[in-house]
C-alpha cells in the first residue's frame, strides 16, 4: 500500500490486506476540530477503494482515549452564520450537520470491514464513529459516553440514529444517552455494544489484528458482498432484502474466486484472490 | 406543577421537574376498564406539555400489581356493535382498537422520558404500556407475561408491535408471545427487555427516581430531543433519521442551553435551564 | 393429520397438533441439494394449511448435523446458463436464486409457528433455515457457522437478511457472517440467537415439544395472529403495525374462541378449540 | 342526522345519507382562524362516524370564496411563544403546527368520502383541505393557489406533502408552489387536480350533489372500504397494499351486503343496505 | 416458441418473439372463473421464463368484452370455509383473496413488457389485470369500469393498489372506484389510464402489435431491465432506486448486447441478440 | 455573482439572483464526455449555496440540443476495469454508476430552484437531467427520447428511477423507456412531462427567465423550504412529510422574511430579503 501522510491521522499496514488508523491528536485526547472529521473522511474514502486494503482496524493514538469527542472550539455554533435570522441561521447549521454526518458515514460507507477498538476515553464523536465501524472492541479500561445532552444537545452526527439499530435493548440504549452517564467495557459486552472485551489497548489492537488478518484472507468480492448486504438488511424489509441480494449476487457470484475458495478448501491450501 | 385530581390515577412530584403516576386502582390489581386507558392519555398528554415536568415514572399503586391487565369486564367484545353483521362489527371493533391503542400511545408520544417501573403482576396490557415508556426497570417478584393468547386473541395495543423493536432476540420474543408463559426480572434484565433490576418495589422506585432526577438536571432542549430522534431512529432508515436530525437540530442547537451546559461544565457548577 | 411421504423429509406427529419436520439425508450430514429445498417448500406449504398442525419442529435426521449445509453439488453455478453473456448468466443466476429464497423462506410463511432444533453441525444453510423459524434451541454440541464466505460468496439465501433482525447485537453479527468461523451454543445463547440450549439432541427435541405442545393447547386463531403480526412489526414502523394489527383483530376477535379461553380460565378447564 | 349547530360551519342534508359542509365566515371570505380550524375537527370526526352520513360535501358559504386561507390575525407566529430561546420557541411551533395539521388532516381520516367545491377564491388552506379531500370540483370562476410563499413561508398544513400525491404532473405542481401564482378551474382540470369544472357555484354543487348521492346508494361496507384501501396505497407499496386489502376483506366480505347488493343487481331493484 | 395448449386462454405468436394471450371464454363475456385465473398464473409465469418471447399482448376472445369481471358463480364467498366461525372464516377468505391477487400478480411480474388491450366490456377484474400491464390500449368503444362496489366489496385483487399508481388524477382515480360508474376510452385516454387509442379492436391489436415488435427488435437485456427498473422505482425512494439500478446494471452492462447495438447503430443494421 | 469560468459549462447571470448554466459543447450537440458530468456537480454544488443565487436556469448551448445524451466515447464500459473477473468488473461498474447518479442528482439536490428548457435534440442523459430540475419548458421543435435500450441497456442515470414520479401516466412511462421512441414538445406538454411549450428556444428561454425572476423576488426561506418539502414528499408517506414538514417550519418560521413578506403584501410594496 502506497503511504500517504495525513494531519491528524497515521495510517499503517500492520498486516498484509489490513490497514490500521489511527487518530493522531494525543496530547488533545484526540478530541476532533473540523479539519480533522473533513480528514476522516479522505482516509476512509481512500482505503475504501485501494484494492490493497481488505479490511481496517481505527483506534486512537495514545493511551489515553480514543477520542474524548469534540473539540470544545469546533463546537462553537456561533461561527456557523453571520446572519441573525433564525432561518438562515438553521440552513447554516443544517449544512454544517449535513457535512459533519457525511465526513462520519464514511467510515460506514468504506467498502472494506471495518474494526474499531475504543480504549480510555471514548465520549460522544467515539460512539458515532464506532457506531459506524462493523465490529467493535473494548478495553477493559474503556470509558465510553453518550455525553451530548451534557453540552446541552442531542447527538446529532449518528449516535442517535445508529445506536438502537447495532444494540437490542431498547431501554439501555435510551437510558445512556439520555443520562449522558459513563459505562464501562464489560457493561458494553454485556447489552451487546461491543463483541470483545481485552485487557489492555495492545490486547484489543492485536484481536482486531487477528480478526482483520482472517477476514483479509477471504475471498474480498465475498468479504465485501457480506458488509454491504448485512448493511442493506439493517435499513430495508426482508422481502426488498432478498430481492437486492439476488441483484447482488447475480454478478458476484460469476467470479473466479468461488472455485479458488472451494479448491483451497478440498486441497487445504490457502487460497489467493485477485485484488479488489 | 399545579396540582390535578384523576380518577383512576395519582400524580405526585417526587423532586422537582419529575412527575409520577401511579395506576391506582390496587384492589381490581389495577385491571384497566376503559375509563382508565381514556385517561391515561389525559394525564399523559398534561404532562407532555407541562413545563415543570421533565421526567415521568409510572408505577402501580399498592404492593401487588403493576397491572394485571385488562379487566375482564372491559375484553366485553360483544358490546362494542349492535349489528350481526361480520363488517359493521369489525367497523366497531376496529374504531375501538384504535382509540385504546391512541391511548397508550400517549405514554410513547409524551415529550418527557418515560421510565416505567413493573412490580408484582404485571400482565398483558403492561407490557403494552411498559414498551411505550422509554426506559424499564423491574422488580425481583416481577410477574412478567405477554398474556393475550391465553384469553384468545393476539396482543392488539402495541406488544407485538413494539417488544420486537426494544429487544433484540427475535427467539425469545416470540416464544413469550407465543405462549404466554410467565417470565421474571431475572430473564428480562437478561434478555434486555429491563434494564436494572431492584430487589423491592421501594428500590424500584428509587433507581427510577434517581435516572429521572439526573435527566431533569439536563437540558430539556437536549433531552426531549434525544426521545425524538431515538424514537424516529427506531422506524426509519439511517439515511432518512440523519436528515431528520439535521432539521431538528438546525433550530435546536441555537438553544441558550448549549452556552449554559458548557459553562457550567467549565465552571463545575450545576446549570439552569428556562423551562420547556 | 394424513400421512404423506417425502423423499428427503420424514414429517411425524410426536404429540397432537404438532407436527415433526426431520431433514433426511443423514448420510451426507444432511446436506442440501436443489431437490430438497424444493420439496421443503412443499412440506411447509401442506403444514401451513393443515388444520391438524398447530406447531412446528424441524431438526436433523442422525446424531452429526442439523445440515452441513449446500452439497457441493448443489454449488454449481456454471451449471445454471449455459450462455457466456454476463448478463444472461446474470439473469439465469437471479431466478436460481430467487426461486431458492422462496423455497427457504417456506419456513417463516408457515402460519402455524416453528421451533427449530439446531444440533451437531449446523452450518451455512442451516443459519438461513433457522432464522426463517420463530424459534430457536441448541444443543451443547452445535456447531454453527455462517460458512459462505468461505466458498467464496456471500450469504444469499436469507442469513445476512434476517440475522441483523433475529439478534440485536450488530457487531457479532457481523464478525461472525465476515469470518465465517463456527461458534457455539452458548455463546448463541448469550448473544440471543438461540433462546434456549439443551444438554442433547433428546433434550432439545424434548424441550422444543414442550414448547410446541403449550402453543398447541392455545386458541390457533390466537397463536397465528401472533405470528403474523410479530413477523409484520419486523419489517414496519410502529405506525403502520398498529394499524395493521387493528385490522386483522376485527375479524380474529369474533372468533368464539375468545369465549371459550376465557370460560376455560374461569372454569381452570382445558379449552378445546376448532381446527383452524 | 341529527342536527348539531356549530359556529363556523352549517351541516345541513341535502339529500339521504349526504352531509353538506359550509365553512360559513363569508364576510371574511371564509378566512380561517384558530377556533375554525379546531371545529373543522370536530365536524369531520362527528360525521365520520355518523351512521346517517355516507358522504360529505365540502363548500365555502356564500358567494365569493371557499376559503381565501389563514386570515393573517391567525397567522401570529409572535404570540405562539413568550419566550426568546430559538429552541423553545420552535417547540411551541411545532406543536402549533402540529395540532393544525391534525385538524385539517381530519378531511382525510373522515371514514366517508369527502367531495370538495372549490369556488371563487380558494387560495392556502383551500389547497391544503382540498388535497384531503377525495373528490375535487371547481367552478369556472375559481381563483385557486398555493399562495403561502408570498406570506414568506412555505405550505405546512399539507398542501406540499399531498399535492405531489394527487396530482401526477411534478413540473407543474413545483411552479405554482414555488411560484404562488393564481392558476384556474380549467387549468386544475387538465393537469387532474380537479376531476370537473362547472360554470356557477350551483352548478358545482349539484354535480357533487349526483356524485354524493350515487355513493350513498351503493354498500356502505364497499364504499367506505375502498376509500381507506386506495388512501393506504398511496402511502404503501404494492406488496404491502395487498397484504392489507387481503386482511381488510376478510371480515368485510363476510358483509350481508354482498348478498344484497348482487340480488339488487340481478332483480334490477335498488338495494337497502344497514348503516355503517 | 412450443405451442401448448390451455383451457381458457389461446397463446399465438403474431410475430417474432411476440406471444399473444387471449382469454378465450367468450360466451361469458370472457368472465372469469377460479380455474380460469389459476391457469393464467400457468400461462403468464411460462411466457416470462420463455427466451422465445420478448413481448407480451393481452386481449380478450371475441368481439364484446376484454372480460366483464368475475363470474358470478366464482364469488361465493359462502363456498370458502365450512366454518361458522367469524375467525376461521376470515382465515380462508385471506388464503382465497392472496391466491387470487398472485394469480393476477404474474402479469406484472412476467419479466418481458405486456401491452393490454381493452375492448368492449372490460369491467372489474379487467382493470385488476390491466394495471398489471405495462401498456394499456383502448379501442373507442370499450366499456370501462371499476365495478366491484356494484356488488357490495371493495376490489381486492390490486386494482385499488395499483391504480393511484398508473394514473396521476386522485380525484378520478376515486370517483370512479367510488362510484363504479362506466367510463370510456377517451376519459381514460384524457386522465392517462391508456396511453393510446384506437377505431376498432383490430386496430388496437394492430397498435399493441407495433409496439410489440419494436420492443421485440430491442436488446432484451435492456427492455427486462427497463421494466424491472421502472417497476422498482415505483415502490421504492429515488435513493433506494438508484442503489438497486446501479447494482443491477453492474451485471447487465457487462452484456455484448452494447457492443451489438452500437455497431448496428454506426452501421445502420438490424441488431441481433442472443435470447433471454 | 462573483464569475467564475468553467469548461464545459457557461454559467451568467440573466437577472438579479437567476443564474443561468448552459452545456457548452454544441459542436458536439452537448454529448457529454465524464470530465462534463464531474463539473455539472461543481457548477451546481457551487450555485447551491450562492447567497447570490435563488432560481437556476439550465438550457444547452447553441441551436442544436439541450444534449444527444452520453458521447459514445464516454460509453466505454470495457475501460471501466482492467481485471477479466466478472464480480470484479461489476464492482467497477458501480462505482462509476454511482459516481454518475451522483453528478447528475446534483441538480436535484441544488437548493435553489431549477428551470430546465428542453430545446432540439433532448436524448437519454437529457431525460436524466431534466427529471431532477424541479420545472421542465420544452421548445416547439425538442426531439425527446429515453434512448438507452437503443443502445443495448436500461437508463441507470435517474431516468427510469425519477420519470415515474414526474409524470402520472405509467403506461406512457414505459411505452416511451421501453421502445426508446422518440416524442415531441405537445406530447410532453399532455403527458405532464413539461409544463408549457414555447415556439423557439428563446422564448422557451424567456419562459423559463421569467418564472425564475419570479421565484426570484419571493422570499429565499420560503422558496427552498417549499423545494425542500415538495422532493421530501415524493419520497415518503403523507405521515413522514408532515412531521418533517412541522420540524422543518419550527426554525424557518421564525425567520424576518414572514412578517416583511407580509407588510409588503400591505403596503403594496416589494419585499427585499436577506441572502440565504
Known amino acids: 500500500m502506497a503511504s500517504k501522510t495525513y494531519t491528524y491521522f497515521i495510517v499503517s499496514t500492520p498486516a498484509p490486506f489490513v490497514a490500521h488508523v489511527e487518530i493522531n491528536r494525543p496530547q488533545k485526547l484526540n478530541a476532533f476540530i473540523e479539519a480533522m472529521w473533513l480528514e476522516l473522511k479522505t482516509v476512509m474514502d481512500a482505503l475504501s477503494v485501494n484494492p490493497d486494503v481488505r479490511a481496517v482496524i481505527i483506534s486512537g493514538a495514545g493511551d489515553k482515549a480514543f477520542t474524548a469527542g469534540l473539540d470544545v472550539e469546533a463546537a462553537n455554533i456561533q461561527g456557523i452564520s453571520d446572519s441573525n435570522d433564525v432561518a438562515r441561521r438553521a440552513a447554516a447549521i443544517k449544512r454544517h450537520i449535513q457535512e459533519f454526518q457525511d465526513s462520519i458515514s464514511s467510515v460506514e460507507k ?8 475504543l480504549h480510555g476515553y471514548s465520549l460522544g464523536l467515539a460512539i458515532d464513529i464506532s457506531t459506524c465501524a462493523d465490529i467493535r472492541i473494548a478495553t477493559a479500561n474503556a ?7 451534557d453540552i ?32 464501562g467495557a464489560e457493561e458494553a459486552l454485556r447489552v451487546g455494544f461491543v463483541s470483545q472485551v481485552a485487557e489492555t489497548k495492545q490486547a484489543a489492537l492485536d484481536a482486531a489484528l487477528k480478526i482483520a488478518t482472517l477476514i483479509a484472507t477471504k475471498s474480498p468480492v465475498a468479504v465485501q458482498g457480506t458488509k454491504e448486504l448485512l448493511n442493506h438488511a439493517r435499513d430495508h424489509t426482508v422481502a426488498d432484502s432478498l430481492r437486492y441480494t439476488g441483484v447482488w449476487n447475480s454478478a458476484a457470484i ?13 486441497q487445504k491450501t490457502k487460497p489467493r484472490f485477485e485484488k479488489l
Open 110 to 117: 468504506c467498502e472494506k470491514p471495518v474494526i474499531c477498538v
Open 143 to 149: 470509558k465510553l459516553a453518550v455525553k451530548e445532552v
Open 152 to 183: 446541552g444537545l442531542a447527538a446529532d452526527i449518528g449516535t442517535l440514529t445508529r445506536l438502537p439499530k447495532v444494540v437490542g435493548n431498547f431501554s439501555w440504549v435510551k437510558e445512556v444517552c439520555l443520562s449522558a452517564r459513563i459505562f
Open 254 to 266: 460469476q467470479t473466479s474466486d468461488v472455485e479458488r475458495a472451494m479448491l483451497s478448501g478440498l
